[in-house]
């Protein structure tokens, strides 16, 4: 069963610019999950996703970052304009629903964004 | 106070040791757990799931304390490979969905 997938890996911009990530999850999960993970601390949902509604986008800095997933199943995030506190490792996850079940996540190896 | 909360580490143990790391959780809602390993510059990656009866997987054991709130991940004969951070994660019910909680994660180094 292939993984998560996330593209760019890795990423340098400076302050001011945008970027954009990409993520495609399992095949099959109805839930999307990106996190942001700054060094020495967990992964913090930004925003979640269940089929290609938002469900939770309560910690999403919403002046500057977007995501989309029109079809249910890639995803892209956006961060426009970038400020050097973005620096971290956004990370993609999925997982499966059944019912009112939800099962354990499945990360993707995360984008390593720099903003200088 | 954060929602779940670890000792961040780093526990430096001999290869051989037993080692244990507690997590504690604020929310009594919460409904599922799990511990994560997530080695340097990767992935967190599913280690196992906390159930209420407690579980073994190998060297692994993790054990659910929903009295007190707590859970808890033994290792037993380390390993110089079981050096990583160890994410411990609550789910619960929030608004029209589940949300997954993520502590800040125990460091542990295994020492030859």
């Known amino acids: 069963e292939a993984g998560v997938a996330q593209s760019p890996r890795y990423k340098i911009i400076e302050k001011r610019q945008s970027v954009a990530f990409w993520c495609n999850p399992i095949?099959?999960?109805?839930?999307l999950y990106w996190y942001q993970q700054i060094l020495g601390q967990g992964p913090k949902l930004l925003i979640q996703?269940?089929?290609?509604?938002?469900?939770?986008d309560s910690q999403l800095p919403k002046d500057r970052f977007s995501a989309e997933r029109l079809k249910g199943v890639d995803s892209t995030l956006k961060i426009q304009p970038a400020k050097l506190e973005d620096s971290a490792v956004y990370l993609c996850?999925?997982?499966?629903?059944?019912?009112?079940?939800?099962?354990?996540?499945?990360f993707g190896p995360g984008t390593r964004l720099t903003v200088t | 106070r954060k929602e779940v909360e670890q000792d961040p580490g780093p526990f430096n143990v001999p290869e051989g040791a037993t080692v244990a790391f507690n997590c504690t959780y604020s929310?009594?809602?919460?409904?599922?757990f799990f511990w994560y390993r997530q080695d340097c510059r990767k992935e967190p990656k599913l280690l196992m799931s906390?159930?209420?009866s407690g579980n073994e997987d190998g060297r692994f054991t993790a054990q659910l304390n929903r009295a007190s709130q707590y859970i808890s991940l033994l290792i037993r004969d380390s390993k110089l490979s079981d050096s990583a951070t160890y994410l411990c994660?609550?789910?619960?019910?929030?608004?029209?969905?589940?949300?997954?909680?993520f502590g800040t994660g125990t460091r542990l180094k295994v020492l030859a």
């Open positions: 996850a999925s997982s499966s629903t059944h019912g009112t079940t939800t099962y354990e996540q499945y």
């Open positions: 095949s099959g999960h109805a839930t």
């Open positions: 996703f269940q089929n290609n509604g938002v469900v939770d």
């Open positions: 929310n009594s809602a919460s409904q599922s």
């Open positions: 906390v159930y209420s």
């Open positions: 994660v609550v789910n619960r019910a929030s608004v029209g969905t589940y949300k997954y909680i």
